[in-house]
């Protein structure tokens, strides 16, 4: 059984290595003669919106899936028309731009952040009056990693962003002041059939996932409860079946959901190693009608990720529990190159691993020393 895989990044790559217990075997698409997943599975390289190597890609597939979001919906549907496509690509159509995004939390009851599209430079000043400042304005589509972004906090910030306005739709959003950033990884099966993973809390520098630590220290279980609310919801109405990922603020106790990934995601990698099916096993198996595996998650995990650089492996490995994970991409600045998780049967010792690290990840860069940052739940 071959599952066709659009993108063919370490998301990719992790979702191959999980698969091939499982009996699986894979065809990646990526417009990218140097996809890491070369490495180890069948690679085709073409443009998505090469509609000939599309039909060809599909030829002989089980079902097609992503690993990247801004896969182009009119590819998605094209295989559609030949194979089945899972997560459906309506799911593409509301996480690939930001304003759908909204409007669909909105539409669900879903408590996100005030917001004003914005699609040319007269529009701004409209816009900043009705969602007031601070604010962040972000580009509707292709942003990630925090590119794509702009604070504006004064009068003097909107005048500097017309100057040199961007070429792009865009949406305003209030800034939000929250205690922490979180994230739910949640599954759904082709049954219908769904599971959750803690709520996740994650750390970012320069915009990027440097940190995450799972499940949240502090995490009671009515936030939980909110976080896995919100994701059935969305779950449900777009009738969705692999992993989801929203991420959220946490303001006061409340959830406030930032945005939402249609695919297996970085603040979900402490679960190869963390739980008892990881978010890659899981996709898998939802996107193949099989049951879901158990979400189960003893102890504590850290997540660090490697960012344009990577460090002794003797070193890491020395650490008890510590899993070095290297995607086989060259070192180049802000490309994530790996990650290593480290795992404790509590945050006490989880704390205790993280200063054991070596002088590599003792740099702010890695969040560290790690405090929890929400004292207030
Ligand atoms: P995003 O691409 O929307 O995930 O944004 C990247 C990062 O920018 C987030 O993880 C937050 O740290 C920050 N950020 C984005 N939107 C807001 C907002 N409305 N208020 C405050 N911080 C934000």
Request: charged share 25%; with cysteine; proline share 6%.
């Amino acid at each position: 059984m071959t599952i066709g895989i659009l993108g063919g990044g370490q998301l990719g790559y992790m979702l191959a290595l999980a698969g091939y217990p499982l009996g699986l075997h894979f065809r990646f698409l990526d417009p990218s003669p140097e996809a890491p997943v070369g490495r180890i599975a069948q690679r085709v390289t073409a443009e998505y919106t090469d509609e000939e190597a599309l039909e060809k890609f599909v030829s002989g597939l089980e079902l097609v899936t992503y690993e990247f979001e801004n896969v182009p919906v009119r590819a998605a549907r094209c295989m559609a028309t030949h194979v089945p496509v899972y997560p459906p690509p309506e799911a593409l159509e509301a996480a690939q731009d930001r304003l759908n995004e909204k409007r669909l939390f909105e539409k669900l009851g879903i408590a996100t952040t005030s917001f004003a599209d914005v699609n040319k430079q007269a529009e701004l000043d409209a816009a900043v009056k009705k969602i007031g400042l601070p604010a962040v304005l972000k580009t509707r589509r292709m942003g990630y990693d925090g590119k794509g972004q702009w604070v504006l906090r004064t009068q003097d910030d909107v005048a500097a962003v017309k100057k040199d306005f961007p070429n792009a739709a865009l949406i305003l959003e209030n800034f939000v002041e929250f205690q922490r950033e979180l994230s739910i990884l949640a599954v759904r099966g082709r049954s219908g059939e769904t599971a959750f993973y803690p709520l996740v809390e994650n750390h970012h520098r320069g915009g990027i996932l440097r940190l995450s630590i799972a499940p949240a220290p502090k995490l009671n279980k009515s936030l939980q409860e909110a976080g896995e609310r919100v994701a059935q919801k969305i779950l449900q109405e777009l009738n969705y079946a692999g992993v989801l990922a929203i991420e959220f603020f946490e303001c006061n106790g409340e959830l406030v959901a930032n945005e939402m990934a249609p695919r297996v995601h970085n603040s979900g990698h402490w679960s190869i190693e963390g739980s008892a099916t990881s978010q890659f096993e899981n996709h898998l198996r939802a996107v193949l009608g099989m049951p879901l595996g158990s979400t189960a998650t003893p102890g504590v995990s850290a997540m660090l990720n490697l960012i344009g650089e990577t460090p002794e492996a003797a070193e890491v490995l020395a650490i008890p529990d510590a899993h070095l994970h290297l995607y086989g991409k060259s070192l180049r600045p802000g490309r994530k190159v790996g990650h290593v998780t480290l795992r404790a049967a509590n945050l006490e010792e989880l704390l205790k691993k993280l200063r054991m690290l070596p002088a590599f990840f003792q740099r702010e860069e890695f969040c560290l020393p790690f405090k929890p940052a929400c004292t207030a739940v």
